[in-house]
């Protein structure tokens, strides 16, 4: 499974921004896809996840309200509609696809390669 994260870019805080992760190469349907972020000297952490059927979703805390996850299986693609946008949310935003819509960024096993986003304030 191939994964593209695109959308990425410079924005004031404040603004939105989506996100689009489209897969390939793979059963995308069978696949629970989660957003990682990883700011500048810092781990990647989780922010947002989807299950195969698009019908459970979860957030970190810092961006419950904020942002949300959606995906289109007729499309292969998974978004994040992110809004409010601040200056924390600088970050590279990775999207992943495992078997269960977890946390835990171990349990992912395909992963695409990062679109940056900076928030400027």
């Known amino acids: 499974v191939q994964l593209q994260a695109s959308g990425g870019g410079l924005v004031q805080a404040g603004d939105s921004l989506r996100l689009s992760c489209a897969t390939s190469?793979?059963?995308?349907?069978?696949?629970?896809v989660g957003w990682f972020r990883q700011a500048p000297g810092k781990e990647r952490e989780f922010v947002a996840a989807?299950?195969?059927?698009?019908?459970?979703?979860y957030y970190d805390d810092s961006v419950k309200g904020r942002f949300t996850i959606s995906r289109d299986n007729a499309k292969n693609t998974v978004y994040l509609r992110m809004n409010s946008l601040k200056a924390e949310d600088t970050a590279v935003y990775y999207c992943?696809?495992?078997?269960?819509?977890?946390?835990?960024?171990?349990?992912?096993?395909?992963w695409g390669q990062g679109t940056l986003v900076t928030v400027s304030s």
């Open positions: 190469g793979g059963t995308f349907t069978s696949a629970a």
């Open positions: 992943a696809a495992g078997t269960t819509p977890t946390t835990w960024s171990t349990q992912y096993f395909y």
């Open positions: 989807i299950s195969r059927g698009g019908d459970h979703t």
